[in-house]
């Protein structure tokens, strides 16, 4: 679809401000704007035959991958899948957190009993779960046809500190201190609703490939920055929705955001060629980034078949450390509960396991001599919380320049 509204890079004018703090912004000056053209229904025809062979060699490893991922059902790793990117998606956008205080922060959330000035300063790792709840629901949620209010729920639970229940009314610009330094300026915001109009025709429509369209809607959305905040892990999760809903993966995400946070340069090139400057550099523009998006695809099949073998490990140690007891113990209810929240406290413990407090404890007390549990340190060495050291362990390894949580020390055999 196309329309007779101005497309590309557009020069506009700032007028000069004499109140304004900086010296740029006082003289006023010119500045560039973006104005991206719409979708086409097929765009697979613009595609080079690099990019399509990417794309064609991607597919049969995403394949095997979500295979891999149906066929071994683990708790452990689709829950590590998830938090791994979350916590990933959000360091992209510079909210770095352990994941160790993500969990916390989610444990507190669950048990409104913890208080005390140590968990009071957890608004970075609040906002990236933000995040994990966004990518966990929206897999569930974008299966369905998409409408805008799809993604506002998405951004919502992103961003819910700019969300103003529509797509933004103001413009907005990445970098720089004003649209004259900014290293881009988005579409104005009347014409945010028809671009996310046709963003979302494409995506319920288009015959293009389900990677394909992936990567497009990515490109597109974060081209348009339909929001005043958050498009970046909003667009993300936008690409799982899209693979979930498109069946491509039934069970699980890819951690593109593992991958992507390893070279964000790389990554903000590569959308900043995507704004191409001519209608008759559309196909390599377009090429380009789904050839990009395809290696992207390739490590994060890459990095899950790590994670799944990590989390086979933790699960088999796990087994073995609770072998001893009988099959109907609460201690292995608790494994699986331990899986979606590392960290803990007896009290939710009791409230996860319908039981009652005595036997909480009791079941903390033997996960602890199983030294699957251990007191969390640091910060929250005070408190009655208990974290998972081994499974945290796995995670800190996907976060860059964070120190790995120490695993207890053997204890000498009896």
């Given at each position: 679809?196309?329309?007779?509204?101005?497309?590309?890079?557009?020069?506009?004018?700032?007028?000069?401000?004499?109140?304004?703090?900086?010296s740029a912004?006082?003289?006023?000056?010119?500045?560039?704007?973006?104005?991206?053209?719409?979708?086409?229904m097929?765009?697979?025809?613009?595609?080079?035959?690099?990019?399509?062979?990417?794309?064609?060699?991607?597919s049969?490893?995403?394949?095997?991958?979500?295979?891999?991922?149906?066929?071994?059902?683990?708790?452990?790793?689709?829950?590590?899948?998830?938090?791994?990117?979350?916590?990933?998606?959000?360091?992209?956008e510079?909210?770095?957190?352990?994941?160790?205080?993500?969990?916390?922060?989610?444990?507190?959330?669950?048990?409104?009993?913890?208080?005390g000035?140590?968990?009071?300063?957890?608004?970075?790792?609040?906002?990236?779960?933000?995040?994990?709840n966004?990518?966990?629901?929206?897999?569930?949620?974008?299966?369905?046809?998409?409408?805008?209010?799809?993604?506002?729920?998405?951004?919502?639970?992103?961003?819910?500190?700019?969300?103003?229940?529509?797509?933004?009314?103001?413009?907005?610009?990445?970098?720089?201190?004003?649209?004259?330094?900014?290293?881009?300026?988005a579409?104005?915001?009347?014409?945010?609703?028809?671009?996310?109009?046709?963003?979302?025709?494409?995506?319920?429509?288009?015959?293009?490939?389900?990677?394909?369209?992936?990567?497009?809607?990515?490109?597109?959305?974060?081209?348009?920055?339909?929001?005043?905040?958050?498009?970046?892990?909003?667009?993300?999760?936008?690409?799982?929705?899209?693979l979930?809903?498109?069946?491509?993966?039934?069970?699980?995400?890819?951690?593109?955001?593992?991958?992507?946070?390893?070279?964000?340069?790389?990554?903000?090139?590569?959308?900043?060629?995507?704004?191409h400057?001519?209608?008759?550099?559309?196909?390599?523009?377009v090429?380009?980034?789904?050839?990009?998006?395809?290696?992207?695809?390739?490590?994060?099949?890459?990095?899950?078949?790590?994670?799944?073998?990590?989390?086979?490990?933790?699960?088999?140690?796990?087994?073995?450390?609770?072998?001893?007891?009988?099959?109907?113990?609460r201690?292995?209810?608790?494994?699986?509960?331990?899986?979606?929240?590392?960290?803990?406290?007896?009290?939710y413990?009791?409230?996860?396991?319908?039981?009652?407090?005595?036997?909480?404890?009791?079941?903390?007390?033997?996960?602890?001599?199983?030294?699957?549990?251990?007191?969390?340190?640091?910060?929250?060495?005070?408190?009655?919380?208990?974290?998972?050291?081994?499974?945290?362990?796995?995670?800190?390894?996907?976060?860059?320049?964070?120190?790995?949580?120490?695993?207890?020390?053997?204890?000498?055999?009896?």
């Amino acid at each position: 679809m196309t329309t007779d509204e101005p497309t590309l890079w557009v020069r506009e004018v700032q007028v000069p401000d004499l109140g304004a703090m900086r010296s740029a912004d006082r003289r006023g000056g010119a500045y560039r704007r973006y104005f991206p053209a719409e979708l086409d229904m097929r765009m697979a025809p613009l595609l080079d035959a690099d990019a399509m062979e990417a794309i064609t060699d991607v597919s049969a490893g995403v394949a095997r991958t979500a295979e891999r991922l149906r066929d071994r059902p683990q708790p452990i790793l689709y829950a590590t899948l998830v938090r791994s990117e979350s916590i990933s998606s959000s360091w992209v956008e510079g909210l770095r957190e352990t994941p160790r205080n993500v969990m916390v922060a989610q444990l507190k959330d669950l048990d409104p009993g913890l208080e005390g000035y140590q968990f009071d300063r957890l608004d970075t790792a609040h906002a990236i779960l933000g995040n994990l709840n966004s990518v966990r629901d929206g897999v569930e949620s974008l299966r369905d046809p998409w409408d805008d209010t799809s993604v506002h729920d998405i951004h919502r639970a992103i961003a819910p500190h700019v969300h103003i229940g529509g797509y933004r009314e103001v413009d907005v610009q990445i970098g720089g201190s004003s649209k004259l330094t900014a290293s881009y300026v988005a579409p104005p915001a009347d014409r945010v609703p028809p671009l996310m109009g046709n963003l979302l025709d494409y995506a319920n429509r288009s015959p293009d490939s389900p990677l394909i369209k992936a990567a497009l809607i990515h490109a597109q959305f974060e081209t348009i920055h339909p929001y005043e905040d958050g498009n970046g892990r909003t667009g993300r999760v936008l690409v799982h929705g899209y693979l979930a809903r498109a069946a491509v993966l039934e069970q699980g995400v890819l951690p593109l955001s593992v991958v992507l946070r390893r070279d964000t340069d790389e990554y903000v090139r590569r959308l900043t060629d995507f704004r191409h400057g001519d209608p008759v550099d559309r196909s390599e523009a377009v090429s380009q980034f789904v050839a990009y998006f395809a290696d992207i695809l390739a490590d994060a099949c890459d990095e899950t078949e790590r994670i799944m073998i990590e989390s086979a490990e933790v699960q088999h140690d796990w087994a073995e450390r609770v072998a001893r007891f009988r099959s109907d113990s609460r201690v292995h209810d608790a494994l699986r509960i331990l899986a979606e929240q590392p960290v803990i406290t007896a009290r939710y413990l009791q409230q996860a396991l319908g039981t009652s407090g005595v036997t909480a404890r009791k079941v903390i007390d033997n996960l602890l001599e199983a030294q699957i549990l251990e007191p969390s340190g640091g910060r929250f060495r005070r408190s009655e919380v208990y974290q998972a050291p081994r499974l945290l362990r796995m995670m800190d390894r996907l976060v860059p320049g964070i120190q790995p949580t120490a695993l207890p020390t053997p204890r000498p055999a009896r």
